[in-house]
């Protein structure tokens, strides 16, 4: 496994980042401890949740199995970089948030804190993340609570998500008067090579202001993963946002020409996205969401696979970017 530092701090991440969302939905428990069990083997000490993680009836249940994991000692803690989330209702879904239970008030903030650190069975977060803008709270405010919970111990690092470029530049420039904060640290944005539009502002933004940036949904919800040849085989087939694009005659030509292009070369697709990835620039590692050991075998073949200039250069053309920014949207 291959590490690097998470932004501009001192803290040495590996290259891939386990996801845990499926962890509880999709896969049980005892799957789920075998799949941390073998990242942790294979190297990757970045793990990733949030607290809504487990979804409807069952959010908070992903860090209970985290924490159930952490429990069975073994220096699992010790060697794992914990990141989890903030922002989410962690009430039934479809009912109304009790004031103040959901975004980033210093009181949900606080309040969330705790919550996580019981079900996560630790006493500190390594990256504590906020999952989406609040456009009602000041930073002021966030960063007043982020303060204390630092002083306190039970955070490290703040990071952000789904943040528009603006936004980490204001967070920053708002860390920096207050002084003493080292503002955000990471950004998890959605990024790959079918959705490129976080080049244009997050990205550099990050770069600038010296945030890691962890890239989620890295398969595009599985249409890199070579959802084409797997129908045509008889495999899993594509369902919600990927099935419906498909639909699309012009989205479908271009994933069968990304497939055909990776075919020519002997790669497999899903790998061949993730290391993609990893050669973009200020990238720290993919976010990979693995449902079984299998898919986290072939998420770390990736981190060895070195794409030819051939192929990133026709991987380009298949997926153009929006070039720099800002020529790409004033010129």
Known sequence: MEYTQLGRTGLKVSRLVLGTMNFGPQTEEADSHVIMDAALDAGINFFDTANVYGWGENKGRTEEIIGNWFAKGGDRRDKVVLATKVYGNMGLDGAPAWPNHDKLSALNIRRAVDASLRRLRTDYIDVYQFHHVDRATPFEEIWQAIDTLVQQGKILYVGSS????YKIAQAN?????????????????????????AEMEVIPAAQDYGLGVIPWSPLHGGMLGGVIKKEAEGGRRSSGRTAQALTDPAVRAQVQAYEDLLEKHGLEPG???LAWLLTRPGVTGPIVGPRTAEQLASALRAVELELSE???AGLDEIFPGPGPSP???AW
């Open 310 to 312: 051939e192929v990133l």
């Open 173 to 197: 420039e708002i860390a920096a008067r207050r002084g003493g904060t080292i503002g955000l640290v990471s950004e998890q944005c959605l990024y790959n090579l079918a959705e490129r539009r």
């Open 271 to 273: 790998e061949a996205a």
């Open 162 to 165: 789904n943040f528009p470029g």
């Open 327 to 329: 020529e790409a949207f």
